[in-house]
């Protein structure tokens, strides 16, 4: 018997069909994971279960939980049924909170507003499930605001406000993506442990396929709209049967090869650096006091070296990528690219600057949206003494814009014309016009959905061996430093704690800290290992 | 995050930074208001006497009034005085200035605060009932309604409302003020018309505000999570959007209140009311000086103190700002 | 009813009659309050005032008042020579600071014989003194209470100071004590109410009893045909003229002053600024008075002769001048119809709205301007003529010469002679373009009886003022 | 285009086209008076009807329509022209003493309420056009730095303009080459609520007797006129009136019809 049953859900938005023939069941106490890329549908299959979805939207089919038919019931039906029968968590916990709200009332909330309990009641309860989240009556009273949390805190008081009633269904939409991995493994134990003690059924959503296999008793993969496979994940991982499945796991996992680097001659020498960031004055006239994003940081970047850094959020990565890149000045220390000072006052030094580049995370963003893509990727040209005009100019566009896998005929296109993975070549093209000595990778594929992060990281591999890149590689994502850097820094609150061969220190962590980041980051199954266990059976 | 010290050491600390800039920008605003009026051709002795008086007699009456010393000490001694709470004495009435404010306050004060509390009394329902009617015939109405709301100048609005009310209908005096003394109602009905023009087009542009900053409010994700809830679209409504959208409203409160005054001024213009904008331009007129400089100077405070007020409502209403250093 | 409440347009600065020259000072103090030796009628005859009788020496030097006895001033004091002396002395003192101080310029001494005699000795005769000590800036105060004169005048009328709640309104009673005539009214109030719209509405809603110089005169038809209002149709002392700046060329060519005389029609002007209120003068003189003559032919309304003129003069095509508006209506309507009609004969007259304070600086005191708009209210001012610095810079020397011998000219008919002399010669001149005498509406209740009609000054004088049953 | 833009441009343009046909023709010469037929009703021989001086009515509107936008527009732009670029150097020197005094400067203009600034400045340099051009400049100056700041502030955090200081350029030229392009949408939006208010504040000081003078026509001050005649001629004073309503409805509706036209936000879900 199952708790949640969807058959054959159709929905369309404006005409546009964004779900077509969706099936898929959650039974008591089982965690069933929705995957696949992003605008696959994901989300839309989780609110049209919650009935919020947009009021443009039309369905057909039928969304069962237990025993009531969700499209047919009337909103103030739904109401009575979200909250108390089905609870939902969403991605952004940043947001998800109401920042005037104390979270002990945004808790009691979901228990007043059913009539559940008295006031006083519900906030007993409210601190009970804070509790049992891991938000502890001494250091997160009732009184807390949600400023006052950091983003696992706060997903933890949403899951609080999820479960308060015990509902028979959770729904979560990427409850993790947002957040640190040693963070995303506690608060997905808690899920797990909710499951287990209250006998929830858990509708998971995610597009990390590691926290997928780890986590699901079945899978559901979908792609436009529609479900591709499902199964249970022990089956569907053996036996995938639908080559968008196997491309899904495929580009996870996906790893390049580097070629070798050359022999150490120093590019990049960055000597006990510290940034701090004036905090605002407290009293009138008192000091204003400091806050140290970077701490003592040394560290050599070789030419021709690969180097990455890696650490969890607010740690002080992009801080340092504005330091190296003389943008900021710093308060200690030195950096000194090729022997000479990066930052040099106001006015830059172009010499200097001309010899690094950068690619950011947000393909979105990086972009002035105005420009043109020739006039953008030109950009750079600025630092050169004597910049090429012509055709000369036109051969530089076209090149760059080859060598990232584009046509040059796309110079003339505007930015919001291209995808995301596109965008993100087009930066890379940027990057590399002024053959830079060396350029930073701020979380360049972060934003990037896992087949598109390949075809990137495929890219960055053929750009090593075609220009010699040197480049210094920033990610919170483990998995991915791994395959494109040559040796690892790890950085914990604004210091190097770890630094290394790339495949030492993810083999053999020295720091416990690495080791915990290590431990904490979901891993792929290794799928040949499980195909083989299964075929010996 | 280590900082959590007490939200009043934070809320105070918060006010007394404000207080600083506000302090300076009322030293240069006294100084700007100074030199510009004193600037200004016409002479209050040759005012008052008219144009039979000998020109020593004119010089018999600045010297009397203290118009010859120099500005610099003039600037000095009306600022020193401002501190004391010494406004002065009027040129052409020869009273104290801080007595004619006092009196002018209590006709403007419980003006602006009538209009005040008229357009948010009308401006919050009206832009939180169209929000939750997004697009439907009730929005349209209102959203309609507050366009031509915007477009209507005060003081016609006002000349309309004595047209009908006052001359046609008789029912509300055309200008003038009874004075408190007639009656606290009395008073009021008196006030009634004046602030009814100054409310509504401050009501139509809050109700926009109102509006539209709720919508954003709407599109955030935590209205979704408390629709997830289970609360209905009108609990959420009024039980997370409406204090979340009253920060911009707020903001906006604060920045019309300058507007306000501004109308106001015409406004007592066109009911000829007893207030600080008839004295400004009655003093004007007659070159009083240093009525015209405090008056100004108290209008252009009270706008410093209002945004002032606002900043620390909005700690009051988001408290994020308390702790936020 | 017993009590009457009278607006009039602009509030007192204070209440001082004697350091300021503000009309409304006057309006509710003179003869209310206020009392000097002599006193103006509504007629615009000079009576005995405080002073019973006087006489006069044959050389018109000597002038020996008698008091009236048993005059006591509100405070109970009893009014005196004393006071008399002082009041004068305080006037014509070097550092007085009375705004009409050149009224008492021909007085040498004076003495106090008794408590009840006064002699008032002149450098040279005059014959306007009885008429210049019935200005309100001539009232007699006491010492006494000369500090707080200006909140709480303390007087000798028919009406005490009672109270003054400033921008609104203030309040005098009936003196019981008063030595003459007692007032009818028990409590008058004087209301400000500068703004037409507020005053036509407030008259309409019977708020008000009275309003002395009506600043609408657009309203005053409906006033007229509604039973519940009369109309006094006055004049005042204001002869409304186009001053002209004889100094500033091309003004100082008489041609072109009387171009401008002969471009304007003053009837439009009255019915277009002033809705037909107002009577047109040709020379700067009262109709009302005894000794006008009427000079309106000498500056007729002739556009075709203006620009005859004009071309003679060399201004064939025009030429640009300003003219400064201060702010009553009939300078600003007026200006409008002035300027267009000016532009008939190609005179581009830039208008410059000026408030009473600017005007002062820039027009009288600067002489900076081309044309202005002005009434002269005073009564019986043909004399600045005489004043070749003042502002429009009328310097001709046979004319100061007849106002010499005006002033010291004491018989009625010669002055009514070399008066009607003065007119016509300003009005040849072309001094100033001479457009109306200003009207001086007053609305009333129907049952208000006793009020001025005209106003030979701008005084409210209730004392004779009732209500009929 | 949607609805608001259409109204608004229609209604706007009907204004703009009134006041540049006044310039070639107007049924009357609006200078001209005939006081004895002075407050005539709407009607044949005048479409608008007559004033209190005989002049026509529908000619001085148009005229009238010149002045009110004149004086706005200039004034926008000097709001612009001084306002932007304070903005936009405040936003690239965000925290240091610049911004600080440019900001404490803004509020101290913002203190001062239109209209003061107004009565002040016609004190010193007496009533007229130009100053009330430059009250209302004033008034806008710190509008436009406010509102440039704080659009440009959000965009200095954007990756792009991080890109373009990685390639050395100066605070000024990103301010010139990426900012204020990318403000311009928000400005144009902002501009035409400040021209509607621009009108208002014209008629408002017109009205009050510190706007244009006399003989050029203004709305207000034909308000001002009107207000002891509207007991026997309410059309004098319903007239401009209605003038006012409509010009500035229509730049309102504009102005929320552009914000709709231009909003990336909207855009973007369109390509
Ligand atoms: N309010 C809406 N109106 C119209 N279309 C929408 C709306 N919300 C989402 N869509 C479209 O519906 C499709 C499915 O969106 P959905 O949010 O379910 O994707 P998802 O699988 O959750 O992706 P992601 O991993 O990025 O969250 C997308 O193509 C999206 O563009
Ligand atoms: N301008 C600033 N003023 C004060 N503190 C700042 C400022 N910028 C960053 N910080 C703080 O410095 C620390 C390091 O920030 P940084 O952006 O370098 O982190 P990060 O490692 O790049 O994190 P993420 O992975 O989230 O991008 C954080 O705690 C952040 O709050
Ligand atoms: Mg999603
Ligand atoms: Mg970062
Ligand atoms: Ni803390």
């Known amino acids: 018997m199952s708790l949640l049953s969807i058959e054959n859900l159709s929905l369309s938005i404006h005409r546009f069909d964004i779900l077509a023939d969706v099936s898929l069941s959650v039974a008591p106490g089982e965690i069933v994971a929705v995957t696949g890329e992003s605008g696959s549908g994901k989300s839309m299959t989780a609110l049209a279960v919650m009935g919020l979805l947009p009021d443009s939207a039309s369905t ?96 933890r008081v949403v899951i609080a406000m999820a479960i308060a009633l015990r509902p028979k269904l959770l729904i979560a939409d990427e409850p993790t993506t947002a957040l640190d991995v040693t963070t995303q493994a506690q608060i997905l134990d808690l899920l797990k442990g909710l499951v287990a003690d209250y006998g929830m059924g858990l509708l998971m959503i995610t597009h ?160 002035n949206p105005r420009h043109r893509v020739d006039r953008l990727i030109t950009e750079p040209f600025h630092l050169l003494v004597s910049p090429p005009t012509g055709t000369a100019r036109q051969d530089a566009i076209a090149e760059a814009l080859t060598a990232v896998g584009l046509r040059p005929q796309d110079a003339q296109k505007y930015i919001h014309e291209f995808s995301g993975g596109q965008r993100q070549r087009i930066a890379i093209a940027r990057a590399l016009i002024t053959r830079p000595d060396l350029i930073l990778f701020d979380e360049a594929v972060s934003a990037l959905d896992v087949s598109v992060r390949a075809q990137i990281l495929d890219l960055m591999a053929e750009l090593c061996t075609a220009y010699d890149l040197t480049y210094l590689f920033i990610s919170h994502d483990l998995s991915v430093v791994r395959t494109v850097t040559d040796r690892v820094l790890v950085m914990q609150a604004g210091q190097i704690v770890e630094a290394g061969e790339t495949a030492d220190v993810f083999t053999n962590p020295q720091h416990p800290y690495t080791q915990t980041l290590i431990a904490a980051a979901p891993q792929l199954p290794d799928l040949e290992a499980l195909q083989r266990r299964q075929s010996h059976v | 995050m280590g900082h ?7 809320m105070l600390r918060y006010s007394l930074k404000r207080l600083t800039s506000l302090l300076i920008s009322l030293a240069v605003a006294s100084l700007v208001i100074f030199l510009v009026i004193e600037v200004a051709p016409g002479d209050p002795a040759s005012f008052m006497l008219g144009i039979n008086a000998q020109p020593d007699t004119v010089a018999a009456l600045r010297t009397e009034l203290g118009l010859d010393v120099p500005k610099w000490q003039r600037y000095l001694d009306w600022v020193g005085g401002m501190l004391r709470g010494d406004f002065g004495t009027s040129y052409t009435y020869r009273t104290p200035v801080a007595g004619m404010i006092g009196d002018r306050l209590w006709v403007s004060l419980p003006l602006a605060l009538f209009a005040l509390t008229l357009s948010t009394a009308i401006a919050f329902p009206a832009g ?110 009024w039980q997370h959007g409406v204090r979340n959208a009253l920060i911009p409203v707020l903001t906006i409160i604060g920045l019309q209140f300058s507007f306000l005054l501004a109308g106001s001024i015409i406004i007592e213009q066109v009911f000829y009311l007893p207030g600080l904008g008839r004295l400004v331009f009655q003093s004007i007129s007659s070159r009083d000086l240093i009525v015209v400089e405090s008056v100004v100077m108290l209008l252009v405070f009270s706008v410093i103190l209002v945004n002032f007020l606002v900043d620390l409502a909005y700690a009051l209403v988001d408290p994020r700002l308390r702790t936020r250093t | 009813q017993t009590d009457i409440t009278v607006a009039i347009q602009l509030e007192p600065p204070h209440l001082d009659p004697t350091s300021a020259a503000a009309q409304a000072i006057d309006s509710v103090v003179y003869s209310n309050i206020f009392e000097g030796l002599t006193r103006i009628m509504g007629d615009g005859s000079v009576v005995p005032g405080l002073a019973e009788s006087w006489e006069i020496s044959d050389d018109g030097l000597v002038y020996t008042f008698k008091l009236r006895d048993g005059v006591t001033f509100h405070d109970g004091t009893t009014m005196d020579a004393e006071d008399v002396k002082f009041s004068l002395d305080r006037a014509r003192a070097e550092d007085s600071v009375n705004a009409q101080k050149a009224l008492f310029d021909a007085i040498a001494e004076v003495e106090v014989v008794d408590p009840t005699t006064v002699r008032v000795t002149l450098s040279e005769p005059n014959g306007l003194l009885l008429f210049n000590l019935a200005w309100g800036d001539a009232v007699i105060v006491a010492p006494e209470t000369i500090e707080t004169i200006k909140t709480s005048p303390v007087g000798t009328g028919a009406f005490k100071f009672t109270n003054w709640v400033q921008g609104d309104k203030i309040e005098i009673e009936k003196n019981p004590d008063y030595w003459g005539t007692p007032a009818a009214l028990d409590k008058a109030t004087f209301k400000f109410i500068s703004d037409p719209t507020a005053a036509f509405a407030a008259m309409m809603a019977e708020d008000l009893d009275v309003y002395v110089n009506f600043p609408a005169p657009e309203n005053l038809p409906q006033f007229e045909a509604d039973p519940r209002f009369q109309v006094l149709k006055g004049t005042s002392e204001g002869e409304t003229i186009l001053g002209i700046n004889n100094k500033q060329p091309p003004f100082d060519d008489i041609r072109v002053r009387e171009a401008v005389a002969h471009a304007i029609d003053r009837q439009a002007i009255i019915d277009g600024a002033m809705f037909g209120y107002g009577t047109p003068i040709g020379t700067h003189f009262a109709p009302h008075h005894p000794a006008y003559v009427d000079r309106t032919g000498i500056s007729a309304y002739d556009p075709e002769k203006s620009r005859a003129l004009l071309a003679e003069a060399g201004f064939a095509d025009g030429f640009e001048t300003t003219l400064h508006l201060p702010p009553p209506s009939y300078a600003r309507r007026g200006g409008e119809i002035i300027a267009s009609q000016l532009a008939q004969v190609g005179i581009t007259a830039e208008i410059v709205n000026v408030e009473w304070a600017q005007w002062l600086e820039t027009v009288f005191r600067g002489k900076n301007f081309g044309l202005t708009i002005v009434s002269h209210t005073e009564p019986m001012d043909i004399g600045i003529y005489a004043r070749p610095d003042y502002y429009f810079q009328y310097d001709n020397a046979a004319f100061q010469d007849l106002m010499a011998t005006l ?30 005498q200003l009207a001086w509406p007053t609305v009333a209740k129907a049952g208000v009886q006793g009020l001025w009609t005209n106003a030979p000054t701008a005084a409210i004088d209730l004392t004779g003022v009732s209500w009929a049953n | 285009m949607n609805r608001s833009l259409i109204i608004g441009i229609a209604l706007s343009s009907l204004v703009v086209c009134a006041a540049l046909l006044s310039f070639v023709w107007t049924p009357y010469d609006h200078t001209v008076m005939d006081i004895p037929a002075k407050l005539q009703l709407p009607g044949p021989a005048h479409w608008f009807g007559t004033d209190h001086f005989g002049r026509d009515i529908f000619s001085m509107i148009m005229v009238g329509a010149r002045t009110s936008i004149a004086v706005a527009l200039v004034a926008v732009g000097i709001g612009m022209v001084l306002g932007v670029p304070l903005g936009l150097t405040a936003a690239a020197r965000k925290g240091s003493w610049l911004d600080e005094v440019i900001m404490r400067g803004n509020d101290l203009v913002f203190a001062f309420p239109s209209l003061v600034i107004a009565i002040l400045i016609t004190a010193v340099f007496g009533a007229g056009a130009v100053n009330a051009i430059i009250a209302i400049g004033i008034f806008n100056i710190p509008v436009f730095a406010r509102i440039s700041r704080s659009a440009a502030l959000s965009l200095w955090e954007r990756d792009f303009i991080l890109a373009a200081r990685v390639c050395g350029k100066s605070g000024a030229r990103i301010s010139l080459e990426h900012i204020l392009p990318n403000v311009t949408n928000l400005l144009i939006v902002q501009g035409t609520i400040q021209f509607s208010l621009g009108i208002l504040a014209e008629a408002g000081l017109s009205y009050v007797g510190l706007g244009a003078q006399p003989p050029t026509p203004s709305w207000g001050r034909m308000l001002a006129d009107a207000q002891t005649m509207v007991s026997f001629a309410p059309h004098l004073a319903l007239i401009p009136g209605i003038a006012i309503i409509l010009t500035v409805l229509g730049l309102n509706l504009m102005g929320d019809g552009l914000r709709d036209y231009l909003d990336p936000r909207l855009r973007i879900s369109r390509t």
């Open chain 1, 208 to 367: 990390d396929l590691a926290v997928v296999a780890d986590m699901a008793d079945r899978i559901v993969v979908m792609r436009n709209g529609e479900v591709v496979e499902q199964g249970p994940t022990a089956d569907l991982l053996v036996n995938m049967q639908h080559p968008y499945t196997r491309m899904l796991f495929a580009a996870s996992g996906h790893q390049v090869s580097l070629p070798p680097p050359p022999a150490p001659v120093p590019l990049l020498q960055v000597q006990n650096v510290h940034r701090d960031y004036r905090l605002s004055r407290t009293r009138l006239f008192g000091d204003p006091g400091y806050f140290r994003a970077v701490n003592d940081v040394s560290f050599t970047l070789n030419r021709g070296e690969r180097l990455g850094l890696v650490g969890e959020s607010g740690c002080g990565k992009s801080t340092l990528t504005r330091a190296i890149l003389g943008l900021e000045n710093i308060q200690h220390g030195q950096i000194l690219l090729d022997g000479q000072p990066v930052f040099t006052g106001h006015k830059p030094n172009l010499a200097v600057r001309r010899k690094m580049q950068v690619v950011f995370q947000d393909p979105f963003g990086s972009f």
């Open chain 2, 128 to 237: 939180i009932y169209a929000a939750s009617r997004r697009g439907k015939p009730g929005d349209v109405a209102v959203m309609g309604a507050t366009q031509l709301g915007v477009a209507v100048p005060n003081f016609w609005f006002a000349m309309m409302l004595v047209l009908i009310f006052a001359i046609n209908l008789r029912w509300f005096n055309a200008g003038g003020f009874v004075g408190w003394d007639a009656g606290f109602w009395a008073g009021i009905r008196s006030l009634t018309l004046p602030a009814i023009s100054l409310a509504l087009p401050q009501a139509a542009i809050l109700a926009r505000v109102m509006r539209s900053s709720l919508l954003d409010i709407l599109g955030e994700d935590f209205m979704r999570t408390a629709r997830a809830k289970g609360l209905s679209r009108r609990q959420a409504l």
């Open chain 2, 4 to 10: 959590h010290r007490p939200n009043v050491t934070a």
């Open chain 1, 60 to 155: 057909r089919g039928r969304i069962d939980l237990d025993g009531t038919d969700i499209l047919k019931t009337p909103e103030p039906g739904m109401c009575a049924i979200r909250g108390q029968r089905v609870g939902m968590v969403f991605q952004e916990p940043m947001t998800a909170l109401n920042p005037v709200k104390t979270i002990g009332d945004q808790v009691a909330e979901t228990i007043l507003v059913h009539k559940a309990m008295t006031p006083a009641k519900a906030l007993d309860r409210a601190r009970e499930m804070l509790d049992r989240v891991g938000l502890p009556a001494d250091r997160f009273p009732l009184s807390r605001y949600p400023h006052e949390l950091s983003g696992g805190q706060r997903q």
């Open chain 3, 407 to 436: 002033n010291r000219t004491t018989d009625p008919d010669e002055r009514t002679e070399l008066l009607g002399q003065a007119q016509t010669v300003i009005a040849e001149d072309y001094v100033n373009a001479y457009l109306f």
